[in-house]
């Protein structure tokens, strides 16, 4: 099969003129590279497209794929996830991972919180402050609360300072936000319990838990937050402790509900963390999860398994050639 391949690189857009923050979500060179030899090992022929602007080229001067491996972020909207997808569609070439619906929801942690809430699916309490709100219209929620940008990923705007105290702390932190990013920001409760990530492969009934990473803090400044520079520096900040499913089952059970409620494909990463009770409570999912051969969560948990790179690519290219032919078949 001809697979292109769909990324957004980040030295690409630290050159011109991006922070390391800005850049967090990006993909390094080895990243497409170590998916395209996984390809090449499985008899493929993969094809080095990049990001949108070259996909959009490729496609008007006529090429085309078989299926394109998508992990391309996007740069600008609050669905900018969802704008290679949304075009692959218009054309009918499959992909890997969720769609543009999905990944627009899930990028928006507040609406994915929304559908989760409104599911019955435990989630702590939440308001969405929009862009140029006052802290004024935030309903009473329990200090100390957490504050962090809500259409963000890979941990951005999320450090020890998100944890806020008091009235004064919690304006002073939006504020600050208000500096660095335009979109809304998402206040709750925190959380003071044990925190983990959860892997899940697969689409729909097939779906199924890959396994559960909890995340330790090795420095108190990152007990409170698993933010940005933790993932950076996660070699020297941060221990995963691999943790069986029957250990936590509810841990488990609500990861994979999430994942099948929002309607992921192939893929998926779930943030989750327990309350004072002990009881756990979905933060956020990642249905676009980072496939760093080396750094990246899935990676790492499935590593954990004793899964190899070339399995895990493997495992969500069956499931995503499982979909296109359901599709084509006109069966679920």
């Known amino acids: ?8 690189l980040r030295e690409s857009y630290l050159s011109a003129g991006l922070t390391e923050e800005e850049t967090a979500e990006f993909d390094r060179p080895e990243t497409p590279a170590a998916i395209g030899q996984a390809l090449k090992d499985f008899g493929h022929e993969p094809v080095a497209v990049g990001s949108l602007p070259t996909l959009v080229e490729a496609l008007a001067r006529g090429e085309r794929y078989d299926l394109v491996f998508n992990i391309a972020e996007g740069l600008r909207g609050s669905a900018r996830e969802s704008q290679v997808p949304a075009l692959l569609d218009a054309y009918g070439i499959p992909y890997t991972f969720s769609g543009p619906l999905t990944l627009a929801l899930a ?23 929009k862009s140029g709100e006052p802290a004024e219209t935030i309903p009473p929620l329990d200090y100390p609360r957490f504050v962090k940008p ?30 660095r990013f335009s979109g809304p920001l998402l206040i709750e409760p925190y959380l003071p319990g044990r925190e983990f990530t959860v892997g899940i492969l697969g689409s729909g009934q097939r779906a199924r838990v890959l396994g559960i990473l909890e995340i330790l803090a090795r420095t108190p400044e990152d007990q409170a937050a698993y933010g940005y520079l933790a993932k950076e520096e996660y ?25 099948r409620l929002l309607e992921c494909d192939d893929a998926s990463r779930v943030d989750i963390r327990l309350d004072a009770e002990s009881q756990p409570l979905f933060l956020e999912i990642n249905p676009l999860a980072g496939l760093h051969p080396l750094r990246s969560d899935l990676v790492i948990l499935a590593r954990a398994q004793g899964w190899s790179y070339p399995k895990l690519i493997g495992a969500i290219l069956e499931s995503a050639l499982s979909r296109s032919a359901a599709d084509a078949s006109g069966h679920p």
């Not at 099969?1 to 957004?8: K, N």
């Not at 070699?235 to 499913?245: A, E, G, L, M, S």
């Open 1 to 8: 099969m001809r697979i292109g391949l769909t990324y957004d």
């Open 235 to 259: 070699d020297i900040r941060i221990n995963y402790r691999p943790v069986p499913t029957s250990r936590e089952p509810a841990v488990a059970e609500l990861a994979l509900s999430v994942h």
């Open 150 to 179: 809500a259409a963000e990923g890979s941990g951005m705007g999320i450090d020890s300072g998100s944890r806020v105290d008091d009235q004064a702390g919690l304006e002073q932190r939006i504020r600050l936000l208000r500096t």
């Open 107 to 129: 990028l928006h942690k507040g609406h994915a919180k929304h559908i989760v809430r409104d599911a019955g699916l435990p989630t702590a309490p939440f308001f969405v402050l």
